[in-house]
């Protein structure tokens, strides 16, 4: 045995009997079942929470891109040679060409913008209405494919979309009216006069997102112009481009294609704040979850502990018959790391299981709950999302299995380092 190879059969035959003895035979069983439950439980909870985390941002990333330009060009407001207050941007045909032909951009659109009051049924919403034209509607990837629609997209030259919770709050479907007010309508002997208009609700659309569902309204750029009193002007170039973590990069070249006085307003300028914290709540959580799986790992040590103390009888016999103190210690690293690895795979297994059927198990939940579980005006989705990721699944399978590993080696070590003849002297 004195030269036998590290983790031989016999090695391993000897750390298998001692994990499956019963407490009668000097064994821990019980330990060993709690040690492998709470390493399950522990790696599974950091699983579906890293996935949960990882859904969370994809989703608001999506949703924050999919319906809101990844750069924005403005302009703030300016006299006009005729001395009329003006804002955003006239003759934008040119720069509109010139911004499409940037490296990098992927879409450009023309916007015209404005906060309105939304009138139906009796009811009033506060509403911002974007005016963009069909062939830019159909760029847009949330509005044109959203969750849930009503309606055509098309029939939009014949009156407005609106958001899902826009159509909700006023009691709209399709084919209805909804009445438009702005403050800044036409100009009188007396002042202005409010400039209110009714159109048929042309689409409705729902992309998932609380803040956009309940906001949107989108007409055709040609009337909104008319509307908010733009006649042959926008008020922003909308801007999408291929790759938009790098947008910032390409701010430069942006700027130097727009109309002069423009200034740039990314979507990291919106929601890097939000972005940031996110990331931050993703450090913290693993930090907590990681307390938890070291406290289910601190298990294995309490039970090797006593395993060592049942079995040092037999750790004597097998030192006098030549076994080496590096044999006995890979013997009881086995034993511990055998529970880390087993308790890890359980534990990888249920949380993967969780996150592909978390939609059918949140529904069982929410339904034995009685239903209200899940606000999507307080959390800004419709639906509780999770993204299972090889990265989140390898950092907990690394975590787990890193200190299950380097907690098991100083009991080993301890079983190793007994004197054979002090473990002998009373037998």
């Known amino acids: 045995m004195t030269g036998a190879k590290p983790f031989s059969q016999f090695e391993r035959m000897i750390a298998w009997r001692y994990l499956r003895s019963k407490r009668a035979e000097g064994g821990v069983s019980v330990m060993t079942w709690i040690s492998l439950i709470g390493i399950a439980l522990a790696v599974f909870a950091l699983i579906a929470t890293l996935a949960v985390r990882s859904g969370f941002r994809t989703e608001f990333v999506g949703t924050i891109l999919g319906a809101n330009a990844h750069a924005t060009l403005y302009t703030g407001p300016r006299t006009d040679a005729d001395g009329v207050m003006r804002t955003?941007?006239?003759?934008?045909?040119?720069?509109?060409?010139?911004?499409?032909?940037?490296?990098?951009?992927?879409?450009?659109?023309?916007?015209?913008?404005?906060?309105?009051?939304?009138?139906?049924?009796?009811?009033?919403?506060?509403?911002?209405?974007?005016?963009?034209t069909l062939a830019d509607l159909k760029t847009l990837p949330l509005i044109s494919e959203p969750e849930q629609s009503w309606g055509a997209l098309d029939d939009i030259g014949n009156g407005v979309a609106i958001g899902s919770g826009v159509a909700r709050e006023l009691s709209l479907r399709v084919g209805d009216a909804i009445t438009l007010t702005s403050p800044d309508g036409v100009q009188t002997a007396f002042g202005t006069a409010p400039r209110v208009i009714a159109y048929d609700v042309a689409y409705v659309f729902q992309v998932g997102r609380y803040d956009i569902d309940?906001?949107?309204?989108?007409?055709p750029r040609g009337e909104a112009q008319s509307y908010f009193n733009q006649e042959g002007r926008i008020d922003e170039f909308e801007i999408m481009v291929d790759t938009p973590e790098l947008v910032n990069d390409l701010a430069p070249m942006l700027l130097a294609s727009a109309p002069d006085?423009?200034?740039?307003?990314?979507?990291?300028?919106?929601?890097?704040?939000?972005?940031?914290?996110?990331?931050?709540?993703?450090?913290?959580?693993?930090?907590?979850?990681?307390?938890?799986?070291?406290?289910?790992?601190?298990?294995?040590?309490?039970?090797?502990?006593?395993?060592?103390?049942?079995?040092?009888?037999?750790?004597?016999?097998?030192?006098?018959?030549?076994?080496?103190?590096?044999?006995?210690?890979?013997?009881?690293?086995?034993?511990?790391?055998?529970?880390?690895?087993?308790?890890?795979?359980?534990?990888?297994?249920?949380?993967?299981?969780?996150?592909?059927?978390?939609?059918?198990?949140?529904?069982?939940?929410?339904?034995?709950?009685?239903?209200?579980?899940?606000?999507?005006?307080?959390?800004?989705?419709?639906?509780?999302?999770a993204e299972l990721r090889w990265q989140?699944?390898?950092?907990?399978?690394?975590?787990?299995?890193?200190?299950?590993?380097?907690?098991?080696?100083?009991p080993a070590r301890r079983a190793a380092r007994m004197n054979p003849v002090e473990a002998l002297r009373y037998e």
């Open 88 to 132: 955003g941007f006239g003759d934008f045909e040119q720069a509109l060409a010139e911004l499409r032909e940037t490296p990098g951009v992927s879409r450009v659109a023309g916007i015209v913008k404005g906060q309105v009051l939304a009138s139906a049924n009796g009811r009033n919403l506060g509403v911002q209405v974007f005016g963009e």
């Open 214 to 219: 309940s906001t949107r309204v989108y007409m």
């Open 392 to 410: 989140d699944v390898t950092k907990a399978v690394s975590l787990s299995l890193g200190l299950s590993f380097g907690i098991t080696y100083f």
């Open 261 to 385: 006085r423009a200034l740039i307003w990314t979507w990291f300028d919106a929601n890097g704040g939000f972005l940031r914290a996110l990331q931050m709540e993703d450090n913290i959580m693993f930090v907590i979850l990681g307390v938890l799986v070291l406290i289910a790992t601190m298990n294995i040590v309490s039970g090797l502990i006593m395993l060592v103390k049942n079995k040092g009888r037999d750790i004597g016999i097998l030192r006098t018959m030549g076994l080496t103190e590096a044999s006995v210690l890979r013997v009881f690293f086995m034993c511990g790391s055998a529970i880390g690895v087993l308790g890890t795979i359980i534990g990888v297994t249920m949380g993967c299981l969780f996150v592909i059927y978390i939609d059918p198990i949140f529904g069982l939940i929410n339904y034995i709950a009685g239903g209200g579980v899940w606000d999507p005006s307080v959390r800004m989705l419709s639906d509780l999302p």
